[in-house]
Every structure is written in C-alpha cells, then in structure tokens.
C-alpha cells in the first residue's frame, strides 16, 4: 500500500471528518473509500453505456440490468462463492 499527500478544502476535509465521527473509521480509510467509490461509479458509467450499445437497451433498462448484476456479484461476494 502506497501512501500520497493531498490538499483538501476546508470544507471537504469538514465532511470527511463529519464521516470519521459518525462511523468511527480513521480518516484514510474513509478517504480511500470515496475515491474507490468514484472509480467504481466511472467504471458502471462505461460498463452501462456499453451494454446499452450493444443490446438497444433503453437506459432505465440498462440501468436496471447493470444494478441487478452488481447485486449479483455482491450476492456471490458475501457468500464467498468468488474473492
């Protein structure tokens, strides 16, 4: 694990914070979470708009398909069917 320094606005570093006393997690950890979150966010971005170009899929329905995958994959995480 690396670890990188960053300059925050005080009104971003306000929330974290919020976060960090609401969960009781250190502040790296709640910081890691939201930037693997917006990875996340940008990967089902591009996973949808694939999926809605090949199948002719409208977006609702694109969208319901590619949460209902990512329920799916979670599902089988949580069972330890796959790491």
Known sequence: ??????????????RI?????????PRS???????????????????????RQRSGLSEPEAMDLAVSELAAVRAERAAGEIA
Do not use: C, H, N, W
């Open 17 to 25: 914070d919020e976060k960090v006393a609401a969960t009781g997690r």
């Open 29 to 51: 950890e709640v910081i890691a979470e939201a930037v693997r979150r917006q990875f996340g966010a940008s990967r089902m971005r591009e996973v949808l708009a694939e999926v």
């Open 1 to 14: 694990m690396s670890t990188v320094e960053v300059e925050l606005d005080d009104e971003l570093l306000r």
